[in-house]
């Protein structure tokens, strides 16, 4: 009687263990993969632009932080997979540069996109020797063996420049009349600097906002001066 019951059983312990085989947990073996990255090289960059010397008080340099690594990939069984080399520039983002220019040195900052705006003409140059001015120094340093500097040179046109625009941008506005105040804002736009022609001009309208009479005087003066 209990012979035909044979199979059954056989097939339902057959089956329970199918079950318990199907439930153990399932060992991935991209879960045991791992990447190792080995830093191969490491510089920053200054991107000046293609023209090494400077006809005008403004340029906008680009600084670059460039690093090289070296990727191995290992599977689960800790065996080499691939190799192969990674390759970023990043920008040098909110970081000092050192400005050497006359034997003195000055600092700077690169915005968060990795740009400086050099201005020769801004307060912090003011007391420069552009006459004898021939060259200046960027440096941008990472660490004792980082560095990158980059040299600009200064053209004859550009000294003389500076030589005159320093005083129409910075002498004391409040030691002038409206005459003088006219001749220095379009002094400067005949100078090719157009820019600050336009920060002197909107310098004088806030300065002058507390005196209708005399912000008035201004703006006449500096109609008829533009008239041909």
């Given at each position: 009687?209990?012979q035909?019951l044979?199979?059954?059983?056989?097939?339902?312990?057959?089956?329970?263990?199918?079950t318990a085989?199907?439930s153990?947990?399932?060992?991935?073996?991209?879960?045991?993969?791992?990447?190792?990255?080995?830093?191969?090289?490491?510089?920053?960059?200054?991107?000046?632009?293609?023209?090494?010397?400077?006809?005008?008080?403004?340029?906008?340099i680009?600084?670059?932080?460039?690093?090289?690594?070296?990727?191995?990939?290992?599977?689960?069984?800790?065996q080499l997979?691939?190799r192969?080399?990674?390759?970023?520039?990043?920008?040098?983002?909110?970081?000092p540069?050192?400005?050497?220019?006359d034997?003195?040195?000055?600092?700077?900052?690169?915005?968060?996109?990795?740009?400086?705006?050099?201005?020769?003409?801004?307060?912090q140059?003011?007391?420069?020797?552009?006459?004898?001015?021939?060259?200046?120094q960027l440096?941008?340093?990472?660490?004792p063996?980082?560095?990158?500097?980059?040299?600009?040179?200064?053209s004859?046109?550009?000294?003389?420049?500076?030589?005159?625009?320093?005083?129409?941008?910075?002498?004391?506005l409040?030691?002038?009349?409206?005459?003088?105040?006219?001749?220095?804002?379009?002094?400067?736009?005949?100078?090719?600097?157009?820019?600050?022609?336009?920060q002197?001009?909107?310098?004088?309208?806030?300065?002058?906002?507390?005196?209708?009479?005399?912000?008035?005087?201004?703006?006449q003066?500096?109609?008829?001066?533009?008239?041909?």
């Amino acid at each position: 009687m209990r012979q035909p019951l044979l199979p059954w059983a056989l097939w339902l312990c057959a089956g329970l263990s199918l079950t318990a085989c199907s439930s153990q947990p399932q060992v991935s073996g991209d879960a045991a993969a791992r990447v190792e990255r080995e830093l191969i090289s490491h510089n920053l960059r200054i991107d000046v632009g293609e023209q090494l010397v400077l006809t005008s008080p403004q340029r906008t340099i680009h600084v670059t932080e460039q690093l090289l690594h070296q990727v191995t990939e290992f599977d689960a069984r800790d065996q080499l997979v691939n190799r192969l080399e990674s390759y970023q520039a990043l920008p040098w983002a909110s970081q000092p540069i050192s400005l050497i220019a006359d034997g003195k040195r000055f600092s700077l900052q690169t915005d968060h996109d990795g740009l400086l705006r050099l201005n020769l003409l801004s307060e912090q140059f003011i007391e420069l020797d552009f006459e004898s001015l021939r060259v200046i120094q960027l440096v941008a340093r990472a660490g004792p063996a980082i560095v990158a500097d980059q040299n600009l040179l200064i053209s004859r046109e550009l000294r003389s420049t500076l030589r005159e625009a320093v005083n129409l941008v910075h002498d004391n506005l409040e030691e002038s009349d409206v005459a003088q105040w006219v001749y220095r804002i379009n002094r400067l736009d005949a100078l090719g600097l157009e820019e600050e022609s336009n920060q002197l001009e909107n310098m004088l309208m806030m300065l002058t906002i507390g005196d209708p009479e005399l912000q008035t005087d201004f703006l006449q003066a500096l109609e008829n001066s533009e008239r041909p």
